[in-house]
């Protein structure tokens, strides 16, 4: 005779499967054979019964379902839609007793059931005895001492039907100035609440705003990148004297940023004669327009300077009706984004193009921040 094993776990849920009263339970269970293995991607056999009272009680109902394992020897079955060998699963009356659900399974397919399991069902079935309030008859007795105490307690089938068929005008004096000074304290708080509420400021590319030209923005419009209104140098080199690498490698959208502070720090580390250099001439730019200062400005990374150049009309057109400069025509501009130890990118803002340069070459810079 072959080893009983009790399932080693099964979870009993209560599913829905129509939008009215549930006639099926969903049910799963591991499935294990004698060697304790697990029975994956295999059809097993099924039976199901439903005992009334205890776990040796009778079966009120009884059904065979032959449902496949998954890869974790998971089966998932509905209870009420298999096979039936006997009972009504839609007739078991959940309220009058206690009742547990029994398994018993063949790893094979067939019905020579070698694995059995039976667990108690607590409080799931309550939802298929729901299906009860559909025939609640009788009055209703109101126990509620806020409500028997209130005048809504007074108020009849013949009051209801008055307020009904009301008609006409109502006449009279009716004293609403509460609810008028009421309407007055909302509309006064509303006031404030819109005063208090922050001001959001959308941004296009080309306005002059930020501290100079806005040359993108992100998908809300509240941030992005903005280019000064002209270069800050004509030609200037990009290190500081000495050669090393920087690891300053970031070339997306606001990239630059930490390129900026990378190689002012490397550059610092392994050798800086003194002399200025591009990175150091736009962490040490500060920009006043009106009544503040920007000074957060950093050497483009290749990504932002390509993105200058391919709105440089824009930003041009901007730029000169705010007492700024165009960009050069032909000679290259420096990037943050490091090639190697001795090299690093420009571009060539006649055609777009962009290449690796020698560091002691002078480029024009123009320098951009964040916002």
Same mark, same amino acid.
């Given at each position: 005779?072959? !080893?009983?094993?009790?399932?080693?776990?099964?979870?009993?849920?209560?599913?829905?499967?129509?939008?009215?009263?549930p006639? !099926?339970?969903?049910?799963?269970?591991?499935?294990?054979?004698?060697?304790?293995?697990?029975?994956?991607?295999? =059809?097993?056999?099924?039976?199901?019964?439903?005992?009334?009272?205890?776990?040796?009680g009778?079966?009120?109902?009884?059904?065979?379902?032959?449902?496949?394992?998954?890869?974790?020897?998971?089966?998932?079955?509905?209870?009420?839609?298999? /096979?039936?060998?006997?009972?009504?699963?839609?007739?078991?009356?959940?309220?009058?007793?206690?009742?547990?659900?029994?398994?018993?399974?063949? +790893?094979?397919?067939?019905?020579?059931?070698? /694995?059995? &399991?039976?667990?108690?069902?607590?409080?799931? +079935?309550?939802?298929?005895?729901?299906?009860?309030?559909?025939?609640?008859?009788?009055?209703?007795?109101?126990?509620?001492?806020?409500?028997?105490?209130? %005048?809504?307690?007074?108020?009849?089938?013949t009051?209801?039907?008055?307020?009904?068929?009301?008609?006409?005008?109502?006449?009279?004096?009716?004293?609403?100035?509460?609810?008028?000074?009421?309407? =007055?304290?909302?509309?006064?708080t509303?006031?404030?609440?819109?005063?208090?509420?922050?001001?959001?400021?959308?941004?296009?590319?080309?306005?002059?705003a930020?501290?100079?030209?806005?040359?993108?923005?992100?998908?809300?419009?509240?941030?992005?990148?903005?280019?000064?209104?002209?270069?800050?140098?004509?030609?200037?080199?990009?290190?500081?004297?000495?050669?090393?690498?920087?690891?300053?490698?970031?070339? &997306? +959208?606001?990239?630059? %940023?930490?390129?900026?502070?990378?190689?002012?720090?490397?550059?610092?580390? /392994?050798?800086d004669?003194?002399?200025?250099?591009?990175?150091?001439? $736009?962490?040490?730019?500060?920009i006043?327009? &009106?009544?503040?200062?920007y000074?957060?400005?950093?050497? +483009?990374?290749?990504?932002?300077?390509?993105?200058?150049? =391919?709105?440089?009309?824009?930003?041009?057109?901007?730029?000169?009706?705010?007492?700024?400069?165009?960009?050069?025509?032909?000679?290259?501009?420096? $990037?943050?984004? %490091?090639?190697?130890?001795?090299?690093?990118?420009?571009?060539?803002?006649?055609?777009?193009?962009?290449?690796?340069?020698?560091?002691?070459?002078?480029?024009?810079?123009?320098?951009?921040?964040?916002?």
């Open positions: 005779m072959k !080893k009983v094993i009790t399932l080693l776990a099964a979870v009993l849920l209560s599913a829905i499967i129509w939008a009215q009263t006639e !099926k339970m969903s049910y799963q269970a591991v499935v294990r054979n004698s060697e304790n293995n697990l029975v994956i991607n295999t =059809q097993v056999g099924m039976q199901i019964s439903i005992l009334e009272s205890s776990i040796y009778a079966s009120v109902y009884v059904e065979t379902q032959t449902p496949t394992t998954n890869a974790n020897g998971l089966v998932s079955i509905e209870i009420g839609g298999g /096979i039936v060998v006997n009972g009504s699963f839609s007739t078991i009356d959940w309220s009058n007793d206690t009742y547990f659900i029994k398994t018993e399974t063949d +790893p094979t397919g067939g019905n020579n059931y070698s /694995i059995t &399991g039976v667990s108690q069902l607590l409080s799931v +079935p309550y939802a298929l005895h729901a299906k009860t309030a559909e025939a609640v008859t009788g009055g209703i007795t109101e126990t509620d001492p806020v409500y028997s105490s209130s %005048e809504a307690a007074n108020i009849t089938a009051d209801i039907t008055n307020l009904g068929n009301l008609s006409g005008t109502n006449t009279g004096d009716q004293d609403i100035s509460g609810i008028a000074t009421n309407e =007055q304290a909302i509309q006064d509303a006031s404030q609440i819109r005063a208090d509420m922050p001001t959001v400021t959308s941004y296009s590319v080309g306005d002059f930020q501290g100079g030209i806005v040359f993108w923005v992100d998908e809300t419009g509240q941030h992005g990148l903005v280019a000064a209104k002209e270069d800050q140098s004509t030609g200037v080199r990009w290190y500081a004297g000495s050669y090393g690498k920087t690891q300053a490698k970031g070339d &997306g +959208p606001f990239a630059g %940023e930490a390129n900026t502070s990378i190689i002012i720090a490397v550059q610092a580390a /392994i050798g004669d003194g002399g200025t250099y591009a990175a150091r001439i $736009c962490n040490e730019l500060q006043t327009v &009106g009544d503040k200062t000074g957060d400005w950093y050497l +483009p990374s290749k990504e932002e300077l390509n993105l200058m150049y =391919q709105n440089k009309a824009t930003i041009d057109a901007t730029a000169g009706v705010n007492g700024g400069s165009s960009f050069a025509i032909g000679p290259y501009y420096w $990037c943050s984004s %490091e090639w190697d130890v001795d090299g690093a990118w420009i571009q060539n803002f006649y055609n777009g193009s962009q290449t690796m340069t020698m560091k002691y070459y002078t480029a024009r810079v123009r320098a951009v921040r964040a916002f």
